[in-house]
């Protein structure tokens, strides 16, 4: 949430808003017609990008790249589910979480697993001053 909310406001300044809780868990901002729908759904697609990243740092394994994504959007479903007090029903929420939720796995799995390949360096010279 706090990368989520550094790109709010980020793209708040080209729009001209402030980051709000309705931006972060409301399922009525987000859509194509309105500047800050848009500046909202292109702040949820970066802050996927950010949180790949997070996945590299923290979790450092490409098989549960997915169990942690699914599982951080399940806790914001259930967030928005509370914040609205009715269950998220547009369509644009669904398809900009649907598709935060495939790029933050994809990428942080090869991230990820990109770490993982790497060759590990054998040293096989004797020890000197040992």
Not at 97 to 110: D, F, K, R, S
Request: charged share 10%; aromatic share 12%; hydrophobic share 45%.
């Amino acid at each position: 949430y706090s990368s989520l909310g550094l790109w709010l406001a980020l793209l708040g300044t080209l729009g001209r808003t402030g980051p709000s809780l309705h931006q972060v868990f409301s399922d009525e901002i987000l859509g194509f017609s309105t500047p800050p729908g848009r500046l909202s759904m292109m702040a949820f697609i970066l802050n996927a990008l950010t949180c790949a990243l997070g996945l590299l740092y923290f979790i450092r394994r490409g098989k549960q790249c997915l169990d942690f994504t699914v599982t951080v959007h399940f806790f914001h479903l259930l967030g928005c589910w509370i914040y609205n007090s009715r269950f998220p029903s547009t369509l644009t929420w669904w398809l900009v979480h649907i598709v935060c939720t495939a790029l933050m796995a994809a990428i942080g799995e090869y991230l990820c697993m990109r770490i993982e390949l790497r060759e590990i360096p054998l040293n096989s010279a004797p020890k000197s001053n040992v």
